[in-house]
């Protein structure tokens, strides 16, 4: 019902920035959750930051704090993901990823979008 399409990945050496943007089409709902998560080589996929699409209320995770900036454009129904001052652990691919409300799993997923950091 929703169909989620990353893109703003890239190489940047560390220290840069990127933005990613998610861009939705379908039915979005005002109780959604819109979140980031990443997977880097070898690793789970982890938490990044959610943003609840009707109040714009953010959660980060304790490693972007300061760094990460969630937000979404309601009219144009996309999230974006301001990363700066980036590190080479940051490097992953990024998803972006919905949900009803926080009951639930996110069930609705990108197909992900590559940030590599360089040293």
């Known amino acids: 019902q929703v169909q989620l399409v990353e893109s703003g990945g890239g190489l940047v050496q560390a220290g840069g920035s990127l933005r990613l943007s998610c861009a939705a089409s379908?039915?979005?709902?005002?109780?959604?959750?819109m979140a980031w998560f990443r997977q880097a080589p070898g690793k789970d996929s982890e938490f990044v930051a959610r943003?609840?699409?009707?109040?714009?209320?953010?959660l980060y995770a304790d490693f972007v704090k300061g760094r990460f900036t969630i937000s979404r454009d309601n009219r144009n129904n996309t999230v974006y993901l301001q990363m700066n001052s980036l590190k080479p652990e940051d490097t992953a691919v990024y998803y972006c990823?919905?949900?009803?409300?926080?009951?639930?799993?996110?069930?609705?997923w990108g197909q992900g979008t590559q940030v590599t950091v360089s040293s």
């Open positions: 990823a919905a949900r009803w409300d926080d009951k639930l799993p996110y069930n609705y």
């Open positions: 379908g039915r979005i709902f005002s109780s959604y959750h």
């Open positions: 943003i609840t699409w009707s109040g714009g209320n953010t």
